[in-house]
């Protein structure tokens, strides 16, 4: 007989308890349940609905509950029996099978839809901090590497196509920026996520007095739900955590592209150590970046876990429906997804090796400099439009002499504008380039420091 079958005259089919079951995976939340219910019995102690001694008597129940699972989930014991239903209903069987009547009193003044709405704010939570501390370790060597790096010229890319040479160190504090929004934006989350939901009932709120202050306060809540249905009936927290979490995702899948391309032998710009790449069963030769491409290939199905429960919500009509259910896989699964590729990519990045000579090569090649020349001509008073075709005509001549515009004699340079003058070859050098780039936030050498200087003393206080 299942708690909620007293109106019943026959029993569950077999197919329905295999459908209708969530504990093959909502037992993951098996701490975050008992948490809930710790809070939930002090609470209804102090409102006068349990005593003292029952109070007691349920929470070493719980306590017990919560050790014998831990050790039974540890060892990969996670097959329960699907009579269960799910993980409220389990440990609450458990607890009656062990501490007897006083355990059928635990579920006064609450249902099971606030329960899981209070269990799954919980483990969002505690994900967020440990996901944000993943991602402060990533941006503390993407800082470390800037700075090693800071000297180090390599081509800066639109389209592809070599555009404007740029420290390492400044390319590489690009990622660090994006790690940042990730990290605030995590942060974000919380204000929205932190919110207790517990006391709200079914959906009308309950018939009792609780102390849903206490209830806050016991479980590190920030805030108190102000609205019973809205609270039972609300997934946001889930959809938002699942966008921040596709939004990292992305990131960490646009800096495995650049390492994949990176890495290939038309760049030769980084090679990955043995320890994060993997051969071939024919190729002999081979050492592939099988690390960064399952980190962009694991982008899909987190994308796909946030279209999946933008979807189960969608049509649904208030308050609590069991489609919600459907709310949690996608969300292990991406906690699971984002917390190991952060963990890969992280210990693979600190085992990358910068190919340094090959970038300044690379920078070298492909008229990189010519907005500088253009830039020069600027300086000698001619405006930029006109510069810019001057410069575009001398590319012309170098791409059909296949020669570097700084091989191109004074003279040569004379027949395009009488401005030129020996001074211009100092202009053309790529650390010259670099240094000329003046503004806020430019990849001059003051400049990437003062932003590897500002992150420092960001990670500092976090
Ligand atoms: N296993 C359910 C879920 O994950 C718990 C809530 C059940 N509530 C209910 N009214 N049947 O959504």
Redesign the pocket.
């Known amino acids: 007989m299942k708690a909620w079958q007293g109106r019943f005259i026959s029993g569950s089919s077999d197919l329905l308890e295999k459908f209708n079951a969530?504990i093959g995976f909502?037992y993951k939340l098996f701490s975050q349940d008992i948490k809930g219910s710790m809070a939930h019995s002090t609470m209804l102690a102090e409102i006068g609905i349990l005593t003292a001694k029952e109070c007691e008597a349920i929470q070493n129940g719980l306590a017990e509950i919560e050790f014998d699972l831990k050790k039974v989930i540890e060892e990969g014991k996670t097959d329960f029996d699907i009579k269960y239903?799910?993980?409220?209903m389990m440990i609450e069987s458990l607890l009656i099978d062990k501490i007897g009547d006083i355990g059928k009193k635990l579920h006064t003044a609450r249902?099971?839809?606030d329960?899981?709405a209070v269990d799954l704010r919980l483990y969002v939570v505690h994900k967020v901090t440990e996901i944000q501390n993943q991602t402060a370790s990533l941006m503390k060597l993407l800082l470390e590497l800037s700075e090693a790096y800071v000297d180090d010229i390599l081509p800066g890319y639109t389209h592809l196509q070599r555009a404007q040479p740029i420290r390492l160190g400044f390319h590489l504090m690009t990622y660090y920026q994006m790690f940042k929004r990730d990290y605030e934006r995590l942060t974000d989350t919380l204000k929205r996520t932190s919110v207790l939901p517990l006391g709200s009932g079914?959906l009308a709120g309950v018939n009792y007095k609780t102390n849903r202050e206490l209830l806050k306060n016991l479980l590190d809540f920030n805030e108190i739900s102000e609205h019973a249905m809205d609270a039972v009936s609300d997934r946001d927290f889930v959809i938002e955590f699942n966008s921040v979490v596709a939004i990292m995702m992305m990131h960490l899948s646009r800096f495995s592209e650049e390492l994949i391309l990176w890495s290939s032998s038309e760049y030769a710009f980084v090679e990955i150590s043995d320890a994060y790449t993997t051969g071939s069963s024919i190729m002999p030769q081979k050492k592939n970046p099988d690390v960064a491409e399952l980190v962009r290939g694991k982008t899909g199905r987190v994308y796909g876990n946030l279209m999946s429960i933008l979807t189960v919500m969608k049509g649904l009509p208030l308050a609590?429906n069991?489609d919600?259910?459907e709310?949690?896989e996608g969300l292990f699964d991406s906690v699971e997804t984002i917390q190991m590729c952060l963990e890969v990519f992280t210990a693979m990045l600190s085992e990358t090796r910068f190919n340094t000579v090959e970038m300044n090569k690379a920078a070298k090649q492909g008229f990189l400099n010519a907005t500088d020349l253009a830039d020069y001509l600027v300086m000698k008073g001619l405006p930029f439009r006109e510069c810019h075709h001057i410069t575009g005509s001398i590319v012309k001549i170098c791409v059909q002499t296949g020669c570097a515009i700084e091989d191109l004699s004074l003279s040569q340079l004379k027949q395009f504008s009488a401005l030129f003058d020996s001074d211009v070859y100092k202009h053309l050098e790529l650390s010259s380039v670099v240094e000329a780039k003046k503004s806020y936030g430019s990849t001059s050498k003051e400049s990437t420091l003062e932003m590897i200087h500002k992150a420092k003393t960001y990670m500092d206080q976090l």
């Open positions: 969530s909502d239903e799910d993980i409220h249902s099971r839809n329960q899981v079914a609590y069991k919600m259910q709310d949690k």
